[in-house]
């Protein structure tokens, strides 16, 4: 175990967080915000940490295998929710170290999920406002791949560590050196980002409020800074909104494929075509389901613009929202509360920015199905599964299912933690409502999405302090894909061998 290389690294992530936070303090400080100062501490002991890991620890080797690489993004991202909620307790925003964490974890995870109640986002200063939703655009694309693209030396090895924390069920390189694979990914991503932000200005929105929804689409987070989250807004800034919130649920290769005019390449994948079937039958559906069923779809147009936001903020785990404040999600009707929520479970494409489980691992999951059908019915049937025209491995398939199985594990422990909050007992109508609740916020916290029903709908302030660290946890472990969390906090991991 290169332990040297591990803490070295996420010397390298203190300063770079550190660097990105003086952003938003030139924000504050140019709007003569008082909050200036707490970005000014936190700078100051992300320096400290970040230093002190460079200077004392330096690595003897630069060679580090697939579990140092595990070690780091865990180590990364526990260190940056960590240090990132500072400004917020510090300026007194968010008083409760907790609620903070949770916040901050929740962004850079692009979760979404929110402690903060309508009045309080509305009254926030923009200083925070931009840090919080940052934290977004800086988690999705992965906060180890940002700093890979920035920092010089990055080892030959790096794959490793882009692997941990890309998500979906595999990770190649789109050239030969990882480093410049996350160069790649980061101008293809920074160009989608600038496009969206001219676009929403040209619609109408102001700039600020255009930067920070860029920030949150791009990372199909879904942090908004009104109470109605895109509600306000005019019906154009919706619908780019929605375009570019199904576009970031694309894997990025396909991109960097079309960049490179190989254009049958890109668009034979199997998986955009599943992805792209799913988009259209849910939005046909879900129109049809509510055109003219609630006050603010009483025309065609309306049932489908809504509709499309809905479809595309599930299914790609943004989680923005076109709903009126005067409303809420527990108003939709209940099929299409049942396919949104179905949605919550299947996310975006494998090499996007968006969660759950991946189009690519869904779709694997149906293989692993039918190929084991077809051996029951014929034991000696030794038909090879194919996707995306390559023959799939048993071990391939063998992993899908293995995560499929922790991944329903997790989501049934953190459902039961929630089941014991208080709250659940006090803010529920009914049984019923209290497991609907629960449910959908444990769902939505793994799969990284933020909305719930229930009482959660409305936020996750409700919760007992214990259930927000436990649904701090979900997020994170659900963006880094279970795994890498894990065999960080396992003992084994750290023995030397």
Same mark, same amino acid.
């Given at each position: 175990?290169?332990?040297?290389?591990?803490?070295?690294?996420?010397?390298?992530? %203190? =300063? @770079?967080?550190? *660097?990105?936070?003086?952003?938003?303090? +030139? #924000?504050? /400080?140019?709007?003569?915000?008082?909050?200036?100062?707490?970005?000014?501490?936190?700078?100051?002991?992300?320096?400290?940490?970040?230093?002190?890991?460079?200077?004392?620890?330096?690595?003897?080797?630069?060679?580090?295998?697939?579990?140092?690489?595990?070690?780091?993004?865990?180590?990364?991202?526990?260190?940056?929710?960590?240090?990132?909620?500072?400004?917020?307790?510090?300026?007194?925003?968010?008083?409760?170290?907790?609620?903070?964490?949770?916040?901050?974890?929740?962004?850079?995870?692009?979760?979404?999920?929110?402690?903060?109640?309508?009045?309080?986002?509305?009254?926030?200063?923009?200083?925070?406002?931009?840090?919080?939703?940052?934290?977004?655009?800086?988690?999705?694309?992965?906060?180890?791949?940002?700093?890979? %693209? =920035? @920092?010089?030396? *990055?080892?030959?090895?790096?794959?490793? +560590? #882009?692997? /941990?924390?890309?998500?979906?069920?595999?990770?190649?390189?789109?050239?030969?050196?990882?480093?410049?694979?996350?160069?790649?990914?980061?101008?293809?991503?920074?160009?989608?980002?600038?496009?969206?932000?001219?676009?929403?200005?040209?619609?109408?929105?102001?700039?600020?409020?255009?930067?920070?929804?860029?920030?949150?689409?791009?990372?199909?987070?879904?942090?908004?800074?009104?109470?109605?989250?895109?509600?306000?807004?005019?019906?154009?800034?919706?619908?780019?909104?929605?375009?570019?919130?199904?576009?970031?649920?694309?894997?990025?290769?396909?991109?960097?494929?079309?960049?490179?005019?190989?254009?049958?390449?890109?668009?034979?994948?199997?998986?955009?075509?599943?992805?792209?079937?799913?988009?259209?039958?849910?939005?046909?559906?879900?129109?049809?389901?509510?055109?003219?069923?609630?006050?603010?779809?009483?025309?065609?147009?309306?049932?489908?613009?809504?509709?499309?936001?809905?479809?595309?903020?599930?299914?790609?785990?943004?989680?923005?929202?076109?709903?009126?404040?005067?409303?809420?999600?527990?108003?939709?009707?209940?099929?299409?509360?049942?396919?949104?929520?179905?949605?919550?479970?299947?996310?975006?494409?494998?090499?996007s920015t968006a969660g759950g489980l991946k189009v690519s691992r869904v779709a694997l999951?149906?293989?692993?199905?039918?190929?084991?059908?077809?051996?029951?019915?014929?034991?000696?049937?030794?038909?090879?599964?194919?996707?995306?025209?390559?023959?799939?491995?048993?071990?391939?398939?063998?992993?899908?299912?293995?995560?499929?199985?922790?991944?329903?594990?997790?989501?049934?422990?953190?459902?039961?933690?929630?089941?014991?909050?208080?709250?659940?007992?006090?803010?529920?109508?009914?049984?019923?409502?209290?497991?609907?609740?629960?449910?959908?916020?444990?769902?939505?916290?793994?799969?990284?999405?933020?909305?719930?029903?229930?009482?959660?709908?409305?936020?996750?302030?409700?919760?007992?302090?214990?259930?927000?660290?436990?649904?701090?946890?979900?997020?994170?472990?659900?963006?880094?894909?279970?795994?890498?969390?894990?065999?960080?906090?396992?003992?084994?991991?750290?023995?030397?061998?």
């Amino acid at each position: 175990m290169n332990y040297r290389m591990i803490f070295h690294t996420t010397g390298k992530v %203190a =300063l @770079v967080l550190a *660097a990105l936070l003086v952003i938003p303090m +030139i #924000l504050s /400080a140019c709007l003569l915000e008082a909050c200036w100062w707490a970005f000014a501490i936190t700078i100051g002991i992300s320096l400290v940490v970040g230093l002190v890991l460079l200077l004392c620890l330096k690595p003897k080797s630069n060679v580090f295998f697939s579990r140092e690489g595990l070690i780091i993004v865990s180590l990364a991202w526990i260190y940056v929710s960590l240090i990132g909620a500072l400004p917020f307790v510090i300026s007194g925003a968010i008083p409760s170290y907790i609620d903070a964490l949770f916040e901050t974890a929740s962004g850079f995870s692009t979760t979404g999920a929110t402690i903060l109640q309508g009045e309080q986002i509305e009254t926030m200063a923009k200083g925070l406002l931009f840090w919080r939703s940052f934290t977004h655009w800086i988690g999705g694309m992965g906060v180890i791949v940002f700093v890979m %693209a =920035l @920092v010089s030396g *990055a080892s030959d090895r790096s794959m490793h +560590i #882009l692997r /941990a924390e890309m998500p979906g069920p595999t990770v190649d390189k789109i050239v030969p050196k990882a480093r410049t694979t996350a160069k790649i990914l980061y101008l293809i991503y920074i160009g989608f980002t600038v496009i969206e932000i001219i676009a929403l200005i040209i619609a109408g929105m102001p700039i600020f409020d255009a930067v920070v929804h860029a920030f949150g689409t791009a990372g199909t987070g879904g942090f908004g800074i009104r109470a109605d989250s895109i509600a306000s807004y005019s019906p154009a800034c919706q619908w780019i909104i929605t375009v570019f919130m199904l576009l970031f649920g694309v894997n990025f290769n396909l991109y960097y494929l079309m960049i490179m005019r190989k254009f049958r390449s890109a668009f034979s994948s199997r998986e955009l075509w599943i992805y792209c079937g799913i988009i259209v039958v849910s939005i046909t559906a879900i129109s049809i389901n509510i055109t003219k069923q609630l006050s603010y779809t009483q025309t065609v147009g309306d049932g489908i613009r809504h509709a499309a936001f809905q479809v595309a903020a599930f299914l790609t785990t943004t989680g923005y929202s076109t709903i009126p404040a005067s409303s809420s999600v527990n108003a939709l009707p209940i099929f299409t509360k049942g396919l949104l929520f179905l949605l919550m479970f299947i996310g975006g494409s494998a090499g996007s920015t968006a969660g759950g489980l991946k189009v690519s691992r869904v779709a694997l999951l149906g293989c692993a199905i039918r190929k084991e059908l077809k051996r029951v019915l014929n034991p000696r049937n030794t038909n090879a599964v194919k996707f995306e025209g390559k023959v799939v491995s048993d071990e391939v398939l063998h992993g899908v299912t293995s995560y499929f199985a922790l991944y329903m594990i997790i989501i049934a422990v953190t459902f039961i933690v929630l089941c014991f909050d208080p709250v659940t007992k006090l803010s529920a109508d009914s049984v019923m409502s209290a497991v609907e609740t629960n449910i959908t916020a444990a769902v939505s916290c793994v799969n990284n999405i933020g909305p719930a029903y229930g009482f959660a709908a409305s936020g996750y302030y409700m919760y007992n302090w214990l259930s927000k660290l436990v649904l701090t946890i979900a997020m994170i472990l659900g963006r880094l894909e279970i795994y890498p969390l894990l065999l960080a906090c396992s003992p084994l991991t750290w023995i030397k061998r």
